[in-house]
Every structure is written in C-alpha cells, then in structure tokens.
C-alpha cells in the first residue's frame, strides 16, 4: 500500500464568496466599527475572511457561513439606515440571533423600544426571547 498525499493546494473544504455594496460611505463606516471592530467580530464568530474594498465587503468561506454573514452585514446595515446605532455587542447579538433563526429581523428586536420614565432611559431588546417578553 503506497502511502497518497494530496498537495496543499487542493483542498476538501468547499469555499464560497460573496461581494455586498453599500451606498452610504458614512453607514458603511459605521457598520465596520472603529479599526473595523465588527468585521473582525464577525470573522472570528464566523470564521470567514472578510476584506474591505472600498465601499464593498467581500466575504470567502463555508457556503453556511458566508451567507450568514451576508444576512448578518445586510440587516445590521439595515438598522444603521433607520437610525439604530449599532455597537460591538450588537454584533455579537446579531450573530447569536441569526444563528439560531436564520428568518429573524433584527429591525424587529433591536427597534422595539421601551421607555423608561423614571430613569429617562430607553431599553432595546438584545434577542428574540426579550422580544417576547
């Protein structure tokens, strides 16, 4: 029995890639969060390779992944288009929530808010189970 290696270069694993263009220059920065924190969020919760190029993102990996991270990219650009601000931990929300329910709407959890008289604050729900309640 001759003992087969494959080279590097061919690999099992199947990648996919998708390029997604934003319109707004300044959504756009602040989708990518400070020194393109959420990106690296996403890359590493994700494990896919995002690149910027300028106003486009381009996303390579597992088919799984790289849609969802398109979907999760799509709907948080989406919050920043009606006024959400979207921070750190709102990505990793997202992540959580789409990765359990590929069909939720973020602009359903994160815009439903509550207004908190008392204390002038305003509350957001951060998943579908506080939605709920």
């Known amino acids: 029995m001759k003992d087969e290696k494959k080279p590097l270069s061919e ?10 263009d934003f319109h707004d220059p300044r959504l756009f920065r602040d989708l990518l969060g400070q020194h393109d924190q959420h990106i690296k969020i996403l890359q590493s919760s994700l494990r896919v390779k995002i690149r910027v ?16 991270a398109s979907e ?3 709907q948080l650009y989406g919050l920043l288009e009606k006024g959400y ?3 750190a931990s709102d990505v990793d929300y ?3 929530i789409l990765s359990g329910d590929s069909r ?7 815009l439903d808010t509550i207004y908190i008289s008392a204390h002038k604050r305003i509350i957001t729900p951060k998943s ?3 939605k709920a309640y």
């Open 104 to 110: 939720a709407k973020l602009q359903d959890i994160f």
């Open 128 to 130: 579908v189970a506080q």
């Open 94 to 96: 997202a992540i959580r």
């Open 11 to 20: 690999s099992t694993a199947e990648i996919d890639a998708a390029r997604l």
């Open 72 to 74: 999760i990219v799509s």
């Open 85 to 87: 601000p979207v921070y």
């Open 53 to 68: 190029r300028g106003s486009s993102l381009e996303i390579e990996g597992d088919p799984i992944q790289v849609e969802l």
